[in-house]
């Protein structure tokens, strides 16, 4: 297992399993394990979601038009990433820590 530590000062649960996990949904995220990585430790900003308040969405912009977007779903100041992807667009929701 393996723990990063978020921008928020969160520690982040982030295994080789979870990541293969992803990679077979989000295949644009093959080999772009650092990606995720730098995502959680040096988002550009972090939004709370509409429908779950233990689930951040850190996002970091990679071009002018998409974002890495990591989600993580937190309880008692732990977490582990649920998903990742590349999006164009933001979604809803309030943005609680910004660069």
């Not at 988002?43 to 071009?63: G, H, M, P, T, W």
Request: some cysteine; overall charge positive.
């Amino acid at each position: 297992m393996d723990e990063i530590t978020c921008v928020l000062g969160k520690k982040i649960k982030f295994t080789k399993e979870r990541y293969l996990h992803i990679v077979l949904r989000h295949p644009e995220l093959e080999g772009k394990e650092s990606d995720i990585r730098k995502t959680v430790t040096n988002a550009d900003f972090v939004q709370e979601s509409v429908y779950d308040k233990n689930v951040l969405l850190y996002y970091r912009n990679i071009n002018r038009k998409e974002y890495v977007v990591v989600i993580i779903k937190v309880l008692n100041n732990h977490g582990f990433i649920i998903t990742a992807y590349i999006a164009n667009i933001i979604k809803k929701g309030a943005i609680i820590w910004k660069k």
